[in-house]
């Protein structure tokens, strides 16, 4: 099994950044993929941006536009999101989730799911 425990969350103003952290454990042999998805209020969860767990190669959703960075600290086993320039918009509880196999788009693909970190953002 494989776990995850996101942190790094709060309540930051229009134009702030934040970082979240995803800590990875278990069985991490298995992990294909390590991304970052969230869930507006009242909306479906959306995908926020990936990277290979072996290859690193990184992908990001269409509204990050720049603004967020995703990377591995391979150190630490923990999986950060740097985001930046932050609007109201994302204001949204941020999850990380990890892929076996699947399509890395779809959430329904993904094996295991952190709690979720609160991310709000005052305009």
């Known amino acids: 099994q494989v776990q995850l425990v996101e942190s790094g969350g709060g309540l930051v103003q229009a134009g702030d950044s934040l970082r979240l952290s995803c800590a990875v454990s278990?069985?991490?042999?298995?992990?294909?993929?390590v991304s970052w998805f969230r869930q507006p209020p009242g909306k479906e969860r959306e995908f926020v941006a990936g990277?290979?767990?072996?290859?690193?190669?990184?992908s990001y959703g269409d509204f990050v536009k720049g603004r967020f960075t995703i990377s591995r600290d391979n150190a630490k086993n923990t999986i950060e999101l740097q985001m930046n320039s932050l609007k109201h918009e994302d204001t949204a509880r941020y999850y990380c989730?990890?892929?076996?196999?699947?399509?890395?788009?779809?959430?329904?693909?993904?094996?295991?799911w952190g709690q979720g970190t609160q991310v709000s953002v005052s305009s």
């Open positions: 989730a990890s892929l076996r196999v699947g399509d890395w788009r779809f959430p329904e693909d993904y094996d295991t």
């Open positions: 278990g069985r991490t042999f298995s992990i294909n993929t």
């Open positions: 990277v290979g767990w072996s290859s690193g190669t990184t």
